[in-house]
């Protein structure tokens, strides 16, 4: 065989070398799904299948790929209530009765709230509120103290029978909760 002869099959055996190398890397990390499941329970993080403890609270920027559920409560209220900062902070739905034509809800104060569980300016927490009653019952979003209670423009914070409303809470500056109030009503 001629050196050119040679050099070409040796090019091609470098070349269905390297193409079997990527084939088998690409296998195993296909075979190797590498998605954990991670759970999240106070401020410890830990692997489900092995238990294994991964580290505490986590400060910097996560990227969940596919879809994250975040878990919570749901808490059933009756009557004019006043909601504890617990209520609040472990829910992610109350359920709320009336029980008479209109009645109230009243928020925690802000400081209750950010001694729970938004102790930073910027922290923010979403709770969905059902009305639970029968005809015409209302129920009404209270302020507590240095709450600062606000609705989309042309809304109110009233929550009509058999609706919901989105409460978006956020530590504005550390003193005071700002609360944004969005009822949602049944789609036809």
């Not at 991964?54 to 808490?75: C, D, P, T, W």
């Not at 979003?141 to 809304?155: C, F, H, R, S, W």
């Not at 989105?166 to 700002?178: E, K, M, P, R």
């Amino acid at each position: 065989m001629n050196k050119a002869k040679l050099k070409q099959l040796s090019m091609a055996k470098s070349l269905v070398i390297l193409v079997l190398a990527l084939v088998a890397t690409a296998s195993v990390a296909l075979a190797y799904n590498g998605v954990a499941e991670i759970v999240v329970e106070g401020d410890m993080n830990y692997q489900q299948d092995s238990g294994e403890k991964l580290g505490g609270v986590v400060f910097e920027r996560e990227i969940f790929a596919n879809q994250m559920v975040v878990g919570g409560s749901v808490k059933t209220t009756t009557g004019t209530s006043t909601l504890s900062s617990v209520d609040v902070c472990d829910s992610t739905l109350i359920r709320h009765d009336p029980t008479s034509t209109t009645t109230t809800l009243t928020l925690p104060s802000a400081s209750e709230m950010i001694t729970y569980c938004l102790p930073s300016a910027g922290d923010r927490i979403e709770i969905l509120v059902e009305n639970t009653g029968g005809s015409s019952e209302t129920v009404t979003i209270a302020a507590g103290t240095n709450i600062d209670l606000q609705e989309p423009d042309g809304q109110n914070v009233i929550i009509g029978q058999n609706n919901y409303a989105n409460l978006t809470l956020v530590n504005t500056d550390g003193s005071t909760i700002f609360v944004e109030v969005d009822e949602t009503i049944p789609a036809d």
